[in-house]
T-cell receptor, first 109, second 112 residues
Framework: SQQGEEDPQALSIQEGENATMNCSYK?????LQWYRQNSGRGLVHLIL?????REKHSGRLRVTLDTSKKSSSLLITASRAADTASYFC?????????FGAGTTVTVRA | NAGVTQTPKFQVLKTGQSMTLQCAQD?????MSWYRQDPGMGLRLIHY???????DQGEVPNGYNVSRSTTEDFPLRLLSAAPSQTSVYFC????FGQGTQYFGPGTRLTVL
């Protein structure tokens, strides 16, 4: 069964705007990871946030984690056309990842 | 480093045929895994391995076999292909202690 669930399923924004997507999960986790998938390609790792961390940054990406609510969010600031992709959260249980269905982000020029 | 490589990129099978999807990594990672991705769904874990000679089942193992005779290679065998196995298959590897997984480009399999 899929542990993570992303919301919204799809998001369309203008270049330069911020994009926020959320992930909810069901059971306790060691860490939560976010991946990006460009159309027809493999997944690329973006950020890993551990269960004892609340916020993490990487370039234009900001991830938050609220273990009490079993939720995480991914914020992409100042979006670019190249950010058009599907974004997946994945919970990690001893290296076994459980993915949500993803959020498809379209950045319009 | 080539990273994680998968062959073939595309494959069409007839129901009942068998085949092996190849996966190799040159990063000396201990952990390797196979996922399948179906339309509108996230990836689901088929089988995984924590090192040479050690494999275990994931969420959707039925119809698939794996073995791990070397650190580098982790082939996935379809024993008797069924239309329900039409999917995109991804192999991934990870070094112990890091958590981050490195994915291959995928194999798109169609079973008629």
């Amino acid at each position: 069964s899929q542990q993570g669930e992303e919301d919204p399923q799809a998001l369309s924004i203008q270049e330069g705007e911020n994009a926020t997507m959320n992930c909810s999960y069901k059971t306790s986790i060691n860490n939560l990871q976010w991946y990006r998938q460009n159309s027809g390609r493999g997944l690329v790792h973006l950020i890993l946030i551990r269960s004892n961390e609340r916020e993490k940054h990487s370039g234009r990406l900001r991830v938050t984690l609220d273990t009490s609510k079993k939720s995480s969010s991914l914020l992409i600031t100042a979006s670019r056309a190249a950010d058009t992709a599907s974004y997946f959260c994945a919970t990690d249980e001893d290296y076994k990842l459980s993915f949500g269905a993803g959020t498809t982000v379209t950045v319009r020029a | 480093n080539a990273g994680v490589t998968q062959t073939p990129k595309f494959q069409v099978l007839k129901t009942g045929q068998s085949m092996t999807l190849q996966c190799a990594q040159d990063m000396n990672h201990e952990y390797m895994s196979w996922y399948r991705q179906d339309p509108g769904m996230g990836l689901r874990l088929i089988h995984y391995s924590v090192g040479a000679g050690i494999t275990d089942q994931g969420e959707v193992p039925n119809g698939y076999n794996v073995s791990r005779s070397t650190t580098e290679d982790f082939p996935l065998r379809l024993l008797s292909a069924a239309p329900s196995q039409t999917s995109v298959y991804f192999c991934a590897s990870s070094p112990f202690g890091q958590g981050t997984q490195y994915f291959g480009p995928g194999t798109r399999l169609t079973v008629l």
